[in-house]
């Protein structure tokens, strides 16, 4: 069974930075597809940013390009999202995912708060 854990969340003061992780254990097949959702309270989850593994082309929301930068380690199965630049708007719950074999599996998620 895959299973991805989540870390690197917590509160930030505005113009502050954080790290999101993401490693998946559980599949012998690897991600097509890994990156972040995020999902602010009463919304439906929105995509942050999304890397291909096999190519390195990213995708980013437009309100997180500059600021936001996706990566990932394949050889460990990890995903991270560094997070600069925080806005209070940018507090919400974000969620890591991996597409294996055409499924998606998510994290748990992990609370962002950006406040002064």
């Known amino acids: 069974q895959v299973q991805l854990v989540e870390s690197g969340g917590g509160s930030v003061e505005p113009g502050g930075s954080l790290r999101l992780s993401c490693a998946a254990s559980g599949s012998i097949f690897s991600a097509h597809y890994m990156g972040w959702y995020r999902q602010f309270p009463g919304k439906e989850r929105e995509l942050v940013a999304r890397?291909?593994?096999?190519?390195?082309?990213?995708y980013y929301v437009d309100s997180v390009k500059g600021r936001f930068t996706v990566s990932r380690d394949n050889a460990k199965k990890m995903v991270f999202l560094q997070m600069n630049s925080l806005k209070p708007e940018d507090t919400a719950v974000y969620y890591c995912?991996?597409?294996?074999?055409?499924?998606?599996?998510w994290g748990q998620g992990t609370q962002v708060t950006v406040s002064s």
């Open positions: 995912f991996q597409t294996i074999t055409g499924q998606n599996y």
């Open positions: 890397i291909t593994t096999t190519t390195g082309g990213t």
